[in-house]
């Protein structure tokens, strides 16, 4: 195949699933989210900060959870403190699908393909949730750092993490693999 027709086919596959999953998202949101009467997050959002509180009541901090009364989010409480807020675009679903696109974009066995889509998600998801902890700590420790941890370190862990997945899918488990292989011999 040519290296053009290769490139186009790449991006059909990438543009076609992502706003395949982008559209079966954004449906969900739709029918799980309210701002009347109340504010009410997706199950999804609301899970990512409940699963945060776990953790970080695990490790002996006092944090609570409350849905926001003014927007889309659920807050997080530190010792009564109100210290971060998870919003729909913390929740990981929307780096996931990107994450799938590029998965499935680049050609793989389908087995390895769907494997991977699904362990390297549930990776992002727990990675993030761990992140949003972490973000929550920190921001409770050092408020006036806001800017940089929330704009710069934070968002480089999550981007970072799906880049090395990327990576791995690409050198060990894509057809891309087989490819380089064989061009060596």
Same mark, same amino acid.
């Given at each position: 195949m040519s290296k053009r027709k290769s490139i186009l086919l790449f991006l059909a596959k990438f543009f076609i699933t $992502?706003?395949?999953?982008?559209?079966?998202y %954004? %449906?969900?949101l739709h029918k799980t989210q309210q701002k009347i009467p109340f504010f009410k997050c /997706?199950? @999804?959002? &609301? /899970?990512v900060a409940h699963q945060t509180k776990a953790i970080l009541n695990v490790f002996? $901090? !006092? @944090? *609570?959870? &409350? !849905?926001h009364t003014k927007e889309l989010s659920v807050k997080l409480l530190v010792h009564? #403190? $109100?210290t971060a807020r998870v +919003?729909?675009?913390?929740? %990981?679903?929307?780096? +996931?699908i990107l994450f799938i696109a590029f998965v499935i974009a680049f050609p793989g066995p389908l087995k390895a393909t769907l494997l991977y889509a699904v362990t390297g998600s549930f990776i992002i998801y727990a990675v993030n949730v761990l992140r949003i902890a972490f973000l929550t700590m920190a921001l409770y420790? $050092?408020? *006036? &750092?806001? &800017?940089?941890?929330? *704009?710069?370190i934070f968002p480089s862990i999550i981007y970072g993490l799906v880049?090395?997945? =990327? #990576? +791995? =899918? @690409? *050198?060990v488990f894509s057809n891309y693999k087989k490819i380089k292989d064989a061009k060596k011999v």
């Open positions: $992502y706003f395949l999953l982008f559209g079966l %954004s %449906s969900h /997706s199950p @999804v959002t &609301e /899970s002996g $901090y !006092a @944090v *609570n959870t &409350e !849905a009564d #403190v $109100y +919003i729909e675009g913390c929740n %990981s679903i929307s780096i +996931i420790k $050092y408020p *006036n &750092e806001q &800017e940089i941890l929330h *704009n710069l880049f090395l997945l =990327w #990576v +791995i =899918w @690409v *050198n």
